[in-house]
Structure formats: C-alpha cells, structure tokens
C-alpha cells in the first residue's frame, strides 16, 4: 500500500515538473531529488567559498588601487554566493555546520578549477574572463532549475557575476595591449586556465552519471557537452579580438555547423584534480580548515556579545 | 543559545520607498542586530534596498502546502468575486 502511495506521489511530482510548476521547501519531493540538490547546491557553495582563495592571493599585490578595489568586489561577491547558497541548502534540511564540515574533510566537492596556482596578475584576467564567464554559462540555465530557492539564488548570483567576467576581460585586454612582456603574461595565464576552464563543465555527457536524471528533474536544463560548445563559441572570437591565441592545435571552425571544433580534454587530469590530487588541492582544504579553526574566537564573542544584549535588554 | 549553531533569519527587503518588504533569502545571526547588518552585507551590495526587516524562522508561521487546496478552496469557489464573471452588453462603456 505504501509502496503504491510513494509511486502516486512521485508521478504527480513528475507532472508538476513536466508543467514547469517550482518545488518550494516544503513541497512533497522525492527523497532522490532532494539529495541530488542538496550534493549539487552544497558543491557549488563550496566552491564559491574556495573560489575566494586563488583570487584572494593577488589583493595585496594588485597593481594599482583601483584593481584592488574591484578585486576585493570581486571576492565578496563569490563569499555573499556562497552565503544564498549555503541557505538554498537549508531549505531542503541540510545542516549548515555539517555541510561545512563535509568539505573540510574532504568528503564533499568543489569546481576542480580552484585547485589550480595563480602564479601572475595575469591569472586574475585569466579567471575573471574563462573561470566566471564558464560558471556563468553553467548558472544561467540553473536559475530556471525546478527548485525555487536555487533558481531564486542563481538569478542573484548571475546579475552579480556580468561584472566578474568584464572586470577579468578588461585586465586581459589591458596587458594584451601592453609591452611584450605583458602580453607574453596575459598567453601564459590564458595557456594555463583554457584547458581547466573547459573541464569545469564537467565529464562528457556520456560520462556524467548525474546528467539524464538531473535533466528529468530539471535540475539541469543543459548537459555538458552543449554548454562547453556554447563556451568555446562565444570565447575563441573574444581572444582573436585581443590577440591571443587558445592553446588548442585542433581548433577550427566548422562553417557547416557552425561552431568551433576543439582539441581533446585531458580527462586523466580531470579526474586526478577530482579525486584530490591536482596542484593545490590540500593547501585549499588546509586554509578553509585554519579559516574556521581560527575564526572560532569571533563566532564565540559574536554569541558572547548577542547574550550580553539579550540580558541587558530583559534587565 | 547553543555555541554552535546561530538562529536562522529571514531576509525581507523593501527597494525603494513605496514598494512593500519582499522576501529574499535566509541567513544566520547571533542576534536580530548582527542579522541585521549581516543582511545589508549579503543582500544589499548593489543598494538593493533602503529598509531591511529580519525575523527569526522559528517565529514564521506558515500554511502548509499539502492541505492548500482544502486552505484556499473558499476563495477558488467564488468565480463572482472577479469582474469577468458578469456580462457588460457591447456599447456599455467606463465599467
């Protein structure tokens, strides 16, 4: 009997899906969709959290004061990201400490791009061109997701992350335009992130053990492999306008189809960063771990400081 | 208060004046005051806002959306309330 309920339901959740009807918090859901979103949301939180650190190593050393101001934007922004995200998750009943903690011991996962150096100020060109405008093609379709509070997030995170990519473009169009070493600069960052930027769409669609559910859910709206074509369609022209050249012996278009052929991906490479063996995989985790271990004192006289009041306000 | 884990608020936002408060999302706080400057930081970057109300989640009361249809059937039921309900003759004008 129960077994025939469970069935009903999961059909006419179907339904709504198919009718384009939102799943709020509270809503009946399968118990597979709201862990598929909470695994997807908590990912993504996290690495907007992590993906504070690579850019969070060039503030101090940013060339004038205006760069550092937009770099400082930049990096809270993707903090305030992690934050709607972070809460998306607590709608459907995740426990914010242990989401946390899942990423600190490694259990959880974040975009394998943030385990990669920024060795020069170049890189912050290279990121803010590839690394946000890659996430933004993957968040676009997300805030028409089947769940409200993750839609609702997307759309803020997207209106906020156009600058992201401009601000990183710019930096790149700047050192492109500048002396030759500047330039030579700008060609190794964009040498370095184009192959891991492509990889941030994840494994081809025909590897992606998540893709054919998630879609079905609309969770998903795109699979991979189409929003890493749309990438590379709308990027190789972008670099031919500012002179530099994509890593890629086999890029060609495809006048017939229309888009750009590429190279490749280095999946070996991919799944190694995956599974925590890229270059800077345990220094990330390390200094999210010191971060919250060394923040406790402030969390502790928050608390402290909210009871004084409470007593001072009853006395 | 445990150590551990802050209350949860809920985020409401008026945009400019005129406009009513809108929900936006959740965050979590130590007490109403930090929430409050909490929520000016993570939902008012872009001058979203110029008035900001947060209240605990535990105090939101809600309906319950499994017995909705039984909740708002006396309004679906009066199909009369609407204007389109009743039949204004051609030439009939300013109703």
């Not at chain 1, 012996?249 to 960063?273: M, P, Q, S």
């Not at chain 1, 771990?289 to 006289?301: D, M, P, T, Y």
């Not at chain 2, 400057?37 to 939101?60: H, K, L």
Request: some cysteine; aromatic content about 10%.
């Amino acid at each position: 009997m129960k077994e025939v309920n469970i069935t009903e339901m999961e059909r006419k959740f179907q339904e709504k899906i198919d009718q384009d009807i939102k799943i709020e918090p509270k809503d009946w859901m399968p118990d597979d969709y709201r862990e598929t979103l909470i695994r997807q949301i908590s990912q993504h939180a996290h690495s907007e959290i992590v993906g504070m650190l690579p850019e969070g190593n060039w503030i101090t050393r940013a060339p004038n004061l205006r760069r550092k101001a937009v770099l400082l934007a930049k990096v809270q922004d993707e903090a305030g990201h992690g934050l709607y995200l972070y809460s998306a998750a607590e709608t459907l009943g995740a426990d914010r400490e242990e989401t946390i903690d899942d990423l600190h011991s490694g259990k959880a996962k974040y975009s394998s791009i943030f385990n990669y150096p920024t060795l020069t100020w170049a890189d912050m060109g290279a990121i803010g061109w590839l690394v946000d405008g890659a996430a933004i093609m993957n968040q676009v379709p997300i805030c028409r997701c089947s769940y409200g509070p993750y839609a609702r997030a997307m759309v803020r995170v997207c209106k906020e992350e156009s600058f992201h990519q401009r601000q990183g473009f710019e930096i790149m169009m700047t050192l492109a335009k500048g002396t030759p070493e500047q330039k030579a600069m700008a060609q190794d960052a964009l040498n370095r992130f184009w192959w891991p930027a492509l990889m941030m769409f994840g494994p081809s669609d025909g590897e992606s053990k998540h893709t054919a559910q998630s879609m079905k859910w609309k969770i998903k709206r795109s699979t991979n492999d189409e929003l890493r074509q749309q990438f590379v369609d709308v990027t190789v022209p972008q670099a031919e306008m500012i002179g530099l050249t994509l890593p890629d012996a086999d890029l060609k278009f495809n006048k017939a189809t229309g888009h750009y052929e590429f190279g490749e991906i280095n999946w070996a490479e991919f799944w190694e960063v995956v599974k925590g063996n890229g270059p800077c995989n345990k220094d990330r985790i390390d200094t999210r771990r010191k971060a919250k271990e060394e923040g406790l004192w402030v969390r502790e006289a928050a608390t402290a400081f909210a009871q004084k009041r409470a007593a001072r306000k009853s006395a | 208060m445990s150590n551990k884990e802050w209350p949860l608020w809920e985020v409401f936002i008026r945009g400019k004046q005129g406009l009513n408060h809108k929900h936006v999302g959740s965050l979590r706080a130590a007490d109403a005051e930090m929430a409050l400057e909490n929520a000016r930081d993570v939902y008012t970057r872009r001058s979203e806002g110029i008035s900001i109300w947060v209240v605990e989640s535990n105090n939101v009361f809600a309906s319950d959306p499994s017995e909705s249809q039984e909740f708002f059937e006396p309004a679906d039921s009066k199909i009369y309330r609407h204007p389109t309900f009743y039949d204004v003759p051609d030439g009939i004008s300013h109703m």
